[in-house]
Structures are given as structure tokens and as C-alpha cells.
């Protein structure tokens, strides 16, 4: 490797990776969490036993933020001094904002169908095996990201 290959700041690209990774896949839990709380408060009222059973879209947007924390600790894990290369910063940074980006567009979907679903379930309580499957979708998007950001780390390995 040449001083070209590894200038000073090549790992300001990988640290800005990790960073992206954990700030928006924790927005996004956040989102999911704070607007299916709302949801729970208000369905609540009516349907107290169903609390718990409620308690799903909050779960599953927690589930968010530890993609992000997984791409992100393996990021950080890599950052060196003098042997981090522009190509592996540079694939860092694609691979947080990967797992970023679509953690944020999971807990926007999550809260959206999880503020909404657990008030319909707590009028027509068929409606919760729907609320589910559509949250399961949901989640998947985030599971798509960490797939790509995953991918891109091995790549930057070789």
C-alpha cells in the first residue's frame, strides 16, 4: 500500500459510516416507538387487558436500532490508523448509511402501522393477526439494509 492508498483522512469516511449507521436506525426505532406508544396510551383506555399484547410494535422497532449497533461496531471495529485504506472508508460509509437509511424508512413504517393497528385491534380484535404480518413487512426492510451493510463490510475485508 502507498501513502495514497491510506491518507489521514480515509477513516473519517468509516467513522462517519458508523455513525450514520447507529443515529438514523436509532431515529427510526425512536419514531416507531414514540408514535405506537401513542397508540397504546389510546387504546388503552378502552382496552386496558390488552397492554401487553400491544407491546409488539415497540419491540420490533427496539429490533431497528440493533442493526444499526451491529453494522456499527463492526465498522468501528476495523478504524486503524495508518492501515485504513479511501476504498474501505468509503465502503464503510455506504454500508452505514445502507443499514441506516433503511432502519429510518422501518420505524416510520412500524410506527405508522403499529399506532394505527393496535388502536383497530382494540375495536375489532381480528384485526391483530393483519397488524402482525403488515409489521413483519415492515421490519423486513430494516432486515434489507443490514443485509446489504453486512455484504459491503465482508467486501471491504478483501
Known sequence: MSQTDTPEYAP???SMGAASAIIFSALGAAYG????????AAM??????NIMKSIIPVVMAG???????VVAV???????VGQYTIF????????GLAVGFSGLAAGFAIGVVGDSGVRGTAQQPRLFVGMI??????????????IVA?????KSQS
Open 44 to 49: 388503552s383506555v378502552m382496552r386496558p387487558e
Open 133 to 146: 404480518l403488515i409489521l413483519i413487512f415492515a421490519e423486513v426492510l430494516g432486515l434489507y439494509g443490514l
Open 63 to 69: 429490533i431497528i436500532a440493533i442493526y444499526g449497533l
Open 74 to 80: 463492526l465498522i468501528a471495529g476495523q478504524l486503524t
Open 88 to 95: 474501505k472508508g468509503l465502503v464503510h460509509l455506504g454500508a
Open 12 to 14: 473519517f469516511f468509516g
Open 150 to 154: 453486512i455484504y459491503l463490510f465482508t
Open 33 to 40: 416507538t414514540a408514535k405506537s406508544g401513542t397508540g397504546i
